[in-house]
């Protein structure tokens, strides 16, 4: 995150102050750097500027708002998993025309809801799906565009939890499935076959798989487009790695020319999911040090961030790197950065090397994707405050939840 950066022993997010904005806010806090988000999106817009293409912002990496108005005034897509990523897609002001719908599950209501809003794309992910599309598109008397999402069955070398290409997992279908269902959807009535869709997994540090099953996928539409069924659009999902620690992240612009490539002389459109890769390194999240604890051969730094917070650590054993906020000199100690929560899974790092105190603050960096979009109340703790700088500028993008709207939708019953 080069928008990140210590003047006189401060730590500022571009021009701005996160001693100043942990005083003022409060902590866990979250916080963005347009400039870092902004940044991220051009490296794309660069590498594929051969290829025609569309970006679409994979929503569910952080659902803010904000953070989908901004990426809506840049003018990309936007990949969703849900009707509730729908409606804050639309409540943001991004372009249905330019929405594609992913995931298994998707309900009556929530695929009523995205051909009333006129979307670019259903990625169908089963049989039972089609039919379901075609019954819904039928009674409001509507065609549904449809792609498949295909699983090539390459091995994205990534984390098994965020693997999604292998034919084990529960995603997309069987490529060698593809053509019969092609067929069949062109068939029924109230469809209309428009692309072909695949996503191989997360936090993808090798560019071959990313290739391979773009390989596999043009020789799919190659001999779709034999039988006459052609398509508009391939879409070849997200899954760009980030810099977490010391990984060697791919290049975009190799990735940009390989796609290139293989895309010159095709009149299909290239879209494009990245979520990570958008919103990763442009989000940080602050913590207050409460207790540091000491121990026989092991010390914590119990700290006000906890895995409702920030489940990534506990549910992938993920890696983010932890700094102090003000610059100390000292022999660091070794520490276990762990939150509050009654779970032995509720850490943030482990054997962190550290100068702190109690009432420190501390970064915790890397943390715009999957972090505010997958907290939760666990132990009945209201989720963060949100703020966007811009240069000096500071937004507050969503305010601290409290005890009070935490408990808005329950109701005693004696
Ligand atoms: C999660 C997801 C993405 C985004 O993945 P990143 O690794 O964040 O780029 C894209 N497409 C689909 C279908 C997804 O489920």
Redesign the pocket.
Known sequence: MNTLHRLEGRLLLEGVSLDALAERFGTPLYVYSRQALEEAYQAYVQAFSETPHLICY?V??NSSLAILNFFAGLGTGF?I?SGGELARVLAAGGDPSKIVF?GVGKTADEMRAAIKAGILCF?VESLSELHRLSRVAGEMGRIAPVSF?VNPDVDPKTHPY?S?GLKENKFGVPIADAPALYRLAASLPNLKVTGIDC?IG??LIDLSPLADAADRVLALVDALAAEGITLHHIDL????GIRYNDETPPDLDAYGRALAARFSGRHEKLLL?????LVGNAGLLLTRVEYLKPGDGKNFAIVDVAMNDLMRPALYEAYHEIISVKQKNGSPTRYDIVGPICETGDFIGFARDMCIEEGDLLAILSTG?YGMSMASNYNSRPRAAEVLVNKNEIHLIRERETQDSLMACERLVY
């Open positions: 994979a569910k990496a990949d998993v992913s990625n999402r965020i999604t996503h997360s936090q999902g997200g899954g760009v999911e990245p979520g990570r890769s994707a």
